[in-house]
Structures are given as structure tokens and as C-alpha cells.
């Protein structure tokens, strides 16, 4: 059988090796370093995992423990916010005229006729350059 080497003239200064076997061998060889790699960084991969896993137990035992304690608080924030509610109503005995809120108004304004005091009439002067 004939081992057949191709040159490809790709124009690099280096080629990489052309026997189809050579090529295996390189391929099977970067497939074996990735997966040693990954199975030596399995052990950090594990202690992420765990560390994350920890912080979600802890956030759940902690609202469990917070809810135990202080109640439901979407529950505590309906209950407070009819609470406010309640405390808002209206006094039906408080009434209101229409000419009072007229008056309070007019109070703040300028009348629409009134003349200006103490105006001062400037006169502008032009600079002479």
C-alpha cells in the first residue's frame, strides 16, 4: 500500500504534515490534552458548582427563616398598603364652597387691573466707541 504525501501550495512558509496519518495522530493528540484539561479542572468545576449551590440553599433557608419570623411579606405589604387606605378616607362633614376656593385664589394674584408702583423708568444709553 502507498503512503501518498499531497503538498496543498497554500503559500504558508511552514505547512503543517500532509500524511493523512501524521494529521490523525496531531488530532487525536489535541483531543486527548482537552480532555485531560477538562478532567483535571473538574475539581474547580465542582467546588463553582458546589459554592453556587451552597448560596442558593442559603437564600432559601434564609427567606424560609425571614418568613417564619415576619409573616408573608407580600401579604404584610397589602395588609399595610389598605391600612393606608383607610387612614385616607375623606371626611364627609368636611365640605367645601366654590367661592372659597375662589377667594384663596385672588388672594395670591395680582389683580388683572391694578396699576404697578414705584416703577422706575430707566432710559438706556448707548456706548460710544
Known sequence: MALY????????PNPGP????????ISAAVLACVIGVGILLLPIFGVI????????????VGGLIYRWIYGDPIANAL???????????VNPEFKTSANAGAQKTQTWKRPQNA?????????EKRHQQ
Open 115 to 123: 396699576d404697578i408702583e414705584d416703577a422706575v423708568i430707566v432710559e
Open 79 to 89: 395588609k399595610k398598603a389598605q391600612e393606608q387606605a383607610q387612614g385616607m378616607r
Open 49 to 60: 458548582a458546589l459554592v453556587i449551590l451552597g448560596l442558593i440553599a442559603f437564600l432559601i
Open 18 to 25: 500532509q500524511n493523512p496519518l501524521v494529521r490523525f495522530l
Open 5 to 12: 504525501i499531497y503538498r496543498s501550495g497554500g503559500g504558508s
